[in-house]
């Protein structure tokens, strides 16, 4: 969809969500401006509260305070939080599904990811996949213990999905539940195995939206229903996404 810029806040926020609501958890807005973060933020806002809410790193500082940059540094090995974990959003590698904010209490409920500077040929796609889409696909056993609140974070432990199954909400880093894991707080058999097979599950061909994005188009992800997932870089890789979270309020601006 073209940019909304002469759509007032509530016309975008209408918009925005009607297409989300029609997409598969994402929709990209194309021909918003890359110079500064104006645009961005002004786009972000249509949808609720700008958040910077865990998304401060050592040595790699947010732009306007709220603007992360997503982009390869010190020639795409990355760089390493305070518990010395590789931000793999800093790398050229593989970055597997997951959902954004996963240790957070409330994640964020929009994820916003502008192009700046894509990367060269067919190198770092996008990938969005619906949990709506994933699910059926499941057996239902393993389904049933991605609803149990097993799986350890920051806070404690969460359950991967939650809300009704023809809509379910995800919260999801195998990663993190597999380190978490390793580190003592231990995930039973059969629940680390539900937790496999939904990691394998959208990390294949059969679900996955994908998508190259070019300069000035933004992708806006619905955070609550969708991962997404990124292929590896090109070497030397200068590509520029800026990312902002948001969190929901209604039009009245109240938090919701």
Not at 86 to 95: E, H, M, N
Not at 149 to 167: K, M, Q, V
């Amino acid at each position: 969809m073209e940019c909304l810029t002469g759509a007032s806040p509530r016309d975008r926020s209408r918009i925005l969500r009607e297409e989300l609501d029609r997409q598969p958890g994402c929709v990209v807005v194309e021909g918003v401006p890359v110079d500064g973060n104006e645009a961005l933020l002004s786009l972000a806002k249509s949808l609720g509260s700008v958040t910077a809410r865990g998304t401060t790193i050592p040595g790699h500082p947010l732009e306007d305070g709220r603007v992360y940059r997503v982009e390869p540094v010190n020639a795409g090995q990355g760089v390493r939080d305070e518990d010395d974990l590789l931000i793999f959003s800093t790398t050229g590698q593989v970055f597997e599904g997951h959902t954004d904010g996963y240790h957070n209490v409330e994640p964020p409920a929009y994820v916003l990811l502008l192009c700046v500077r894509p990367d060269h040929g067919l190198f770092g796609r996008t990938s969005v996949i619906d949990a709506a889409e994933a699910l059926p696909r499941l057996d239902p056993r393993t389904a049933a213990l991605l609803y149990d609140e097993d799986y350890p974070c920051a806070f404690g432990r969460t359950s991967i999905l939650s809300g009704p199954r023809a809509r379910p909400r995800v919260r999801f880093n195998f990663k993190e539940i597999q380190r978490f894991h390793a580190a003592g707080h231990v995930v039973d058999d059969a629940h680390l195995r539900a937790a496999r097979a939904l990691h394998e599950l959208v990390s294949g061909p059969a679900l996955a939206w994908r998508h190259l994005l070019q300069a000035g188009e933004c992708l806006v992800i619905d955070n609550s229903r969708a991962l997404h997932a990124r292929e590896s870089l090109s070497p030397q890789s200068t590509r520029l996404l800026k990312r902002v979270w948001v969190d929901p309020v209604d039009m009245e601006g109240s938090s919701t």
